[in-house]
């Protein structure tokens, strides 16, 4: 068995003025990652980013999303649907985008 390496991961992020600590490690449930706002931090899987970390950095774009929805203040206007729509909008269709720098192509 192939032996899996710890991808690499910032331990924050800054947004709008806040850091916000970034945690590789458990997650409830089988999410990717989560952002929580009571004290601000996100949690990226451990178990699940390990064995595919070529999708950490758009988990952590997801999140960081969230993070900014709430310092924003959207929040107070999106229902929790909205903005896990947004959210994968971002993560699907705009975090690609962002790639083509790196591409070579
Ligand atoms: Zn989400």
New binding site residues.
């Given amino acids: 068995m192939a032996r899996k390496t710890k991808p690499n991961v910032p331990d924050h992020i800054v947004i709008g003025g806040h850091t916000i600590p970034v945690v590789f490690g458990d997650v409830d449930g089988d999410d990717w990652g989560e952002f929580k706002s009571e004290p601000m931090r996100i949690d990226l899987n451990a178990r699940r980013h390990t064995e595919h970390p070529d999708l950490l950095d758009s988990t952590l774009f ?2 960081a999303w ?1 993070a900014a929805a709430e310092i924003s203040g959207l929040t107070e206007i999106l229902t929790g649907k909205q903005e ?1 729509a947004i ?1 994968k909008c971002l993560e699907r269709l705009m975090w690609p985008l962002l790639q083509w720098r790196g591409s070579g192509e």
Avoid: I, L, P, T
Wanted: charge should be negative; charged fraction near 40%; glycine fraction near 0%.
């Fill in positions: 997801h999140e969230h896990e959210a």
